[in-house]
């Protein structure tokens, strides 16, 4: 597990899952990235298929 509880950044643990088939899962505190994570909601609520690669920024 790597973690970072920077109080100026915002907090994260990856955890080591390479047992499971090559997968990986992190937690983030979404304080900071709300806006970010309710736009790719947005984006998602009504998603027809196309586009699937997509900039972000």
């Known amino acids: ?3 970072n ?3 100026s950044r915002p907090k994260f643990s990856c955890f080591d ?3 499971y088939g ?7 505190e ?3 990235f709300g806006g970010f994570f309710d ?3 947005s ?3 009504n ?3 196309s586009e699937p690669i997509r900039t972000v920024g």
């Open 39 to 41: 736009a790719i909601r």
């Open 47 to 49: 998603w027809d298929g």
């Open 1 to 3: 597990m790597a973690s």
């Open 30 to 32: 979404t304080v900071e």
């Open 22 to 28: 090559g997968t990986a899962s992190e937690l983030i």
């Open 17 to 19: 899952t390479e047992s």
């Open 43 to 45: 984006a998602a609520e």
């Open 5 to 7: 509880s920077s109080r």
